[in-house]
């Protein structure tokens, strides 16, 4: 069946940087779209954005455009979200997710599976 592995998780401190790898099995990577998402505690899941089955294809939400990127290699079967100047307010539980499309799209019904979730933590 599906899994979905995130890791890369950790302590940062504002400022720094982390990037976040998914290692996706069980079905063909490379014609589904994959996404990003992630919930701090008490508040819900917030989507960040995520890419195309086609690598170069991606979609990063407003509230992190410009500090974060959404990258594939389908190769690798891996999504990877790396981060940049991170901030307190950064810190949550990080998701990855299976569409079941091979396009992007933030519409809730699209997601088909998600991971157990990496936790970030940003704090000085």
């Known amino acids: 069946q599906v899994q979905l592995v995130e890791s890369g998780g950790g302590l940062a401190q504002p400022g720094g940087s982390l990037t976040l790898s998914c290692a996706a099995s069980g079905f063909t990577f490379s014609r589904y779209a994959m996404g990003w998402a992630r919930q701090a505690p008490g508040k819900g899941v917030e989507r960040l954005g995520g890419v195309d089955s086609d690598e170069s294809r991606t979609y990063v939400h407003a509230s992190v455009k410009g500090r974060f990127t959404i990258s594939r290699d389908n190769a690798k079967s891996t999504v990877y979200l790396q981060m940049n100047s991170l901030k307190p307010e950064d810190s949550a539980l990080y998701y990855c997710?299976?569409?079941?499309?091979?396009?992007?799209?933030?519409?809730?019904?699209?997601?088909?599976?998600w991971g157990q979730g990496t936790p970030v933590t940003v704090s000085s």
């Open positions: 997710a299976k569409l079941r499309s091979a396009y992007y799209s933030d519409y809730p019904e699209e997601v088909e599976n």
